[in-house]
């Protein structure tokens, strides 16, 4: 019975091992720092590396950049069949001020059932659960067909580069369906946010402030401007609704200059004023209309004011993802949880962007995020990983990826 067969290969999984290994990759500090060679991803993609090739995988080194390589592991089964990919960063994101953590931020503390530590959570115990889940499948020595890819990617936290370049360079090409190892409670999430960062500009005159009317003034100009904003979320959330899974769109002003560059000054009024939007959008929405009604506000409050005059630039686009509940990457998680927890998976989604958004938009391939950890802790201070989901996670990928290969 394949049940035999997957409690055969979960006893090949040493709980202190995935333990050991997610605390011994978060002792690596991966900040991405510019400018600062030992602030980045190279020495934790370098231990991956030689781990990799340890459990008897066939393993690839390559900078994106220099000193932030992407790695991606292979092992091929007996024969042709589906192929699977195992998604992970190697990056996370500033411990800010370690003064301010109960433990060391890269001290991989336990206490009790949590391990704490930048990148515990957020990461490092989903990509530490991946790795040894493949080392489980290879040392069983069962037989499948297909193969299992694991990729460390660099830059998630940023604009994502490192995915970017896995995808460029080949490395997910053929893949049938992938499980992005991000922490969310273990609970099977299909779909997530797409995102648009924006830059939005005013322009005027610049004037001594006791003469104002000899200049032109950017800032009640970028008032309207967001208010004309406020309502376009407004008109979005009206007619695209509540996601099941992911809630309401939205589009946030997250940082407003006058000026943007230089020094402000209370009797200067500045020639210039800048807003950045955080634009999250939900299955259904289309990024092209949003883009088209930021315009045409633009050329309704030139309209309305014949010194008004503003432009937009979308800086990063990410489309929102939304896998079919019946692809075989789910039905194989699904019965993976039930198997290994003896309960009903949780389906959920996630609220930003992962690597996982350029594997569906770039190459299709149906993606599942479902990893170890809070899915509130990521970039807390003091952020931790509970030991029970990472050992539940390492076997749910096991029995998940011999199902997905029809063992």
């Known amino acids: 019975m394949r049940e035999d067969i997957y409690k055969e290969v979960i006893s090949y999984i040493n709980d202190d091992e995935v333990i050991d290994l997610t605390q011994a990759l978060v002792r690596i500090p991966s900040v991405y720092r510019e400018g600062d060679p030992d602030g980045n991803e190279e020495k934790v993609a370098k231990f991956v590396y030689e781990k990799l090739k340890e459990i008897g995988m066939d393993v690839e080194i390559k900078d994106v950049v220099p000193h932030r390589p992407n790695v991606k592991g292979a092992y091929k089964g007996k024969g042709p069949g589906r192929k699977l990919l195992f998604s992970g960063h190697t990056d996370v994101v500033t411990e800010g001020d370690p003064e301010k953590w109960t433990y060391p931020p890269f001290s991989a503390t336990i206490v009790g059932d949590?391990?704490?530590?930048?990148?515990?959570?957020?990461?490092?115990?989903?990509?530490?659960?991946?790795?040894?889940?493949?080392?489980?499948?290879?040392?069983?020595?069962?037989?499948?067909?297909?193969?299992?890819?694991?990729?460390?990617?660099?830059?998630?936290?940023?604009?994502?580069i490192g995915i970017k370049d896995f995808i460029k360079s080949g490395w997910a090409d053929g893949v049938d369906g992938a499980i992005l190892c991000e922490p969310e409670e273990n609970n099977l999430c299909i779909t997530q946010k797409g995102a648009m960062r924006v830059i939005a500009h005013t322009y005027g005159k610049m004037a001594h402030g006791a003469m104002p009317l000899t200049g032109i003034n950017p800032i009640p100009r970028m008032a309207r401007f967001i208010d004309k904003i406020m309502e376009l979320e407004a008109s979005e959330i009206e007619k695209h609704g509540e996601d099941k899974y992911l809630g309401f769109p939205s589009i946030t002003p997250t940082i407003v200059k006058a000026p943007p560059k230089g020094e402000?000054?209370?009797?200067?009024?500045?020639?210039?004023?800048?807003?950045?939007?955080?634009?999250?959008?939900?299955p259904g929405q289309d990024?092209?209309?949003?883009?088209?009604?930021?315009?045409?506000?633009?050329?309704?409050?030139?309209?309305?004011?014949?010194?008004?005059?503003?432009?937009?630039?979308?800086?990063?686009?990410?489309?929102?993802?939304?896998?079919?509940?019946n692809a075989p990457i789910v039905k194989s998680l699904d019965f993976a949880y039930r198997f290994v927890t003896g309960k009903e998976p949780i389906y959920n989604g996630v609220p930003g962007a992962t690597d996982g958004t350029f594997l569906w938009a770039w190459k299709n391939i149906p993606i599942v995020t479902v990893g170890p950890g809070n899915r509130l802790i990521p970039h807390h201070i003091d952020e931790y990983l509970d030991i029970p989901e990472l050992l539940d996670a390492v076997r749910i990928y096991v029995v998940a990826a011999l199902n997905f290969f029809g063992v």
């Open 114 to 160: 949590k391990i704490y530590g930048r990148g515990a959570n957020d990461m490092k115990g989903g990509l530490a659960a991946a790795i040894i889940a493949i080392k489980a499948i290879i040392e069983s020595g069962v037989e499948f067909n297909g193969e299992i890819i694991l990729g460390a990617t660099v830059d998630e936290e940023g604009m994502m």
């Open 264 to 282: 402000a000054q209370i009797n200067v009024m500045p020639d210039e004023a800048m807003m950045a939007l955080d634009i999250r959008t939900i």
């Open 287 to 325: 990024h092209e209309d949003i883009k088209r009604s930021i315009a045409n506000i633009i050329e309704e409050l030139k309209r309305e004011d014949e010194k008004f005059k503003g432009d937009f630039k979308v800086i990063e686009e990410r489309p929102w993802t939304k896998t079919d509940i």
